[in-house]
């Protein structure tokens, strides 16, 4: 089955620096790649994400790559600010032809903090 | 739209015991699974359903058991209650594969 990695589990940044967060995904078939944000004690909630049909998505402070032939995917957000601090999550999907599609595998999870 | 639910919202059990935590989305997602997340930790499925009628098992099925009998409702039965079992429950639904999976609130549940 499919596996996530994500690094790093931590990350510390200044106001107003960028933040890079990188995931491996292990199956060469996953086709869409989404990015949560978990704040403390909240729900996960969907920030941004991109399908295997584009290398590149943005949306204001928030960016996402995709390289397929590496099998990697990043996020980045530049000019942090403290209500970033929370923690994000990759993950990964599949399209199954037949039987329909199956299960989002999530990465373990990075802790962001934004310091002022 | 309330997008999914859960309930309750808290719960304690004593070991043992039995009982079921709800989820149900009014978005006609065809995709529904159930999460469990520890302290510090992430998110490890527990058991999915790509359709009504069918689900499938995910990292961490056991001691617990999933029906889907409309597209609405996914419940998760735990079948006799262990502390390992403490967690906080999500409940998630998506379209199909390559869409937005929506979270409900959260199911906090203390196994003593």
């Known amino acids: 089955g499919e596996n996530v990695e994500q690094h790093p589990s931590t990350l510390s940044v200044q106001e107003g620096d960028s933040a890079v967060i990188k995931c491996t995904y292990s199956d060469s078939a996953s086709n869409y790649f989404p990015w949560y944000k978990q704040e403390l004690g909240k729900r996960p909630q969907l920030i941004i994400d991109?399908?295997?049909?584009?290398g590149e998505k943005k949306d204001q402070r928030i960016a996402v790559t995709l390289n397929k032939t590496a099998k990697h995917f990043s996020l980045h957000i530049t000019e942090t600010q403290p209500e970033d601090s929370a923690v994000y999550f990759c993950a990964a999907s599949i399209s199954y032809r037949t039987g329909g599609g199956n299960k989002l595998t999530f990465g373990t999870g990075t802790q962001l903090k934004v310091e002022l | 739209n309330a997008g999914v639910t859960q309930t309750p919202k808290f719960q304690v059990l004593k070991t043992g015991q039995s009982m079921t935590l709800q989820c149900a989305q009014d978005m006609n997602h065809e995709y529904m699974s159930w999460y469990r997340q520890d302290p510090g930790m992430g998110l490890r499925l527990i058991h999915y359903s790509v359709g009504a009628g069918i689900t499938d098992q995910g990292e961490v099925p056991n001691g617990y058991n999933v029906s889907r009998s409309t597209t609405e409702d996914f419940p998760l039965r735990l079948l006799s209650a262990a502390p390992s079992q403490t967690s906080v429950y999500f409940c998630a639904s998506r379209l199909d594969s390559t869409h937005e999976q929506y979270f409900g609130p959260g199911t906090r549940l203390t196994v003593t």
């Open positions: 991109i399908r295997s049909n584009v």
